[in-house]
Nanobody, 116 residues
């Protein structure tokens, strides 16, 4: 079992910024992809952004141009920089790591609330 620990969530006003961190208790080189998902009340969990071991990225259309996913291999940490936050970004954000073909790990989640 690989432990993923998220941090950086909180309350921010619309238009503000937050940076989420996901620290892995293992070398992130071992993961084919790492990503961030979110789940708002009453909604399904959805992919926000992910990054492959080679550094290629994928974003949900709703966050393109506002969010940036990155990785620091030396620190075994993946980040999600969130700018221009909107109330609809409010959700619990989960870190995800995948080892092909079928091993998947989740963090415990961190709450992000965008409200004035």
């Amino acid at each position: 079992q690989v432990q993923l620990v998220e941090s950086g969530g909180g309350l921010v006003q619309p238009g503000g910024s937050l940076r989420l961190s996901c620290a892995a208790a293992a070398s992130i080189f071992s993961f084919n992809t790492m990503g961030w998902y979110r789940q708002a009340p009453g909604k399904q969990r959805e992919l926000v952004a992910r990054i492959s071991s080679r550094g290629s990225t994928k974003y949900d259309e709703s966050v393109k141009g506002r969010f940036t996913i990155s990785r620091d291999n030396a620190k075994n940490t993946v980040y999600l920089q969130m700018n221009s936050l909107k109330p609809e970004d409010t959700a619990v954000y989960y870190c995800n790591a995948v080892i092909y073909p079928a091993m998947e790990y989740w963090g415990q989640g961190t709450q992000v609330t965008v409200s004035s």
